[in-house]
């Protein structure tokens, strides 16, 4: 169902998608290249007709597969698959044709991002293009958690970097179409961002491409397979390759684990946190999913600026955050939870990294005379936490889940930002309360919690 959610979104205004479309790429290449690399679920629609291939193979084996995936280019590696694990269909509980139109290459990155690279050309031709897919149903990894290095056999495994955890299946058809009411004037290339703003003249259509029939996916084959037209990969479910030397960690990938102990009169278990903030590149899976809001444009914000999307998210409230991270399958830590990490659990530290004042060199802060905002997360690697957590001081002020004060209307919120000179602002034990609708200036940010993972012991499992 999620494949289907940004066709069911209402378009924007031509001025609404310039702004959209400039704030992921600044009409450069390179910029959108890094957009869709830094994506855990791209769209395959239109991709090349090989490595479509190349996937479906995959499913017949069942075994999950490998792939590199850098930039704009991901390559499914055929001779590298997992040893455990394999792909269990789920059949799709709304399968009926979604149409949106293309105006430019830009949106055309934007929507299908791998196939995108190939949708572009088209518009040296025509003025816009119609996309025609229906989902059938899901190929995906049950009961596994994260794959590791030592896990692929194969002559291919060299540069591996992801595992395709999931494949969207269904069928597509792409139409292109000419005249005034497909969009304006034809412009080829990512700069192309702001085609689109044209009348409302007839238009012809010519195909240019299919695979399968959008129409046949509401029926089911043999055993509830999708019929044969069907069954083309559509979107793909990454999940990062980590190092072997990570499987006894208690934590998901990106996470730190800290231990429990006592803060005040409370008691805390064991926990896990993000090392970053959340970043604008991991809250746009969200907003594309249909579930996160789009922030609101502010001053300072990292939304739209094109060279953040390693930035921390800004301009989010409270309920924003929560969302992202039940989304994610996480949670926004208590007060108590980010105040026990940065601190250094018993250490009890004044800032994340120790006694010392802040610098630059600890923390992103003392940049508002310069009107420089947020910095890249993790940007500063001299000022971790005890347990590797970085920028809990500075950059952004962080969501916590508590209730500031016991009113429900505010939460807590910890960690100074990017805008703080006073050395005071940036103590971890600092609160201050925000209302829970407030988004901040680009200074206001978040990042998740998680419960540790089970640890094994002899036949039985400890959690």
Known sequence: MLLLGLGCRPDPSPQEHADELVAIFGGDRGQACKYVSSLSRPYVVGWD???????QRAIDTGRPLAVRFEGCELEPLLGCTAATGRYGFSAATMTKPQTIELRSAAEAFTRFQLGGVGLEAHFDTYNALEVTRALGGTWEVGEHGDFFADEFQGS????ATHVVHA?????????GLTGAGGGGSAQGGVAGAQAGAGGEATQSRAELSHKGNPEVCGQSGWGNIPATDCKTPLRLTLHPIRPAAERESLCPYGMQHIAGGRLGELSLLDFCLDTTEVTVAAYRECVEAGRCETPPRSRYGTWRDPDAQQHPVTDVSWYDATTYCEWAGRRLPTVEEWEWAARGRDE???FPWGTRPPTSDLTCWRRE???????VAGERPLG?????VLDLAGNVREWTDTPFEGRRSKRAVMGGSW???DPAALRVD?????RARDGGDGDLGFRCAAAVRPVEIGDGVEI
């Open 384 to 388: 971790p936490s005890r347990d590797g």
């Open 156 to 159: 291919r495994c060299a540069g």
């Open 419 to 421: 805008r703080d000179s």
């Open 49 to 55: 007709e090989l490595k479509l291939n190349d996937l």
């Open 430 to 434: 600092r609160r201050q309360g925000l």
């Open 369 to 375: 005379d310069g009107k420089l905002g947020t910095c």
């Open 167 to 175: 494949i969207d299946v269904g069928a597509y058809r792409v139409n």
């Open 348 to 350: 009890a530290r004044p």
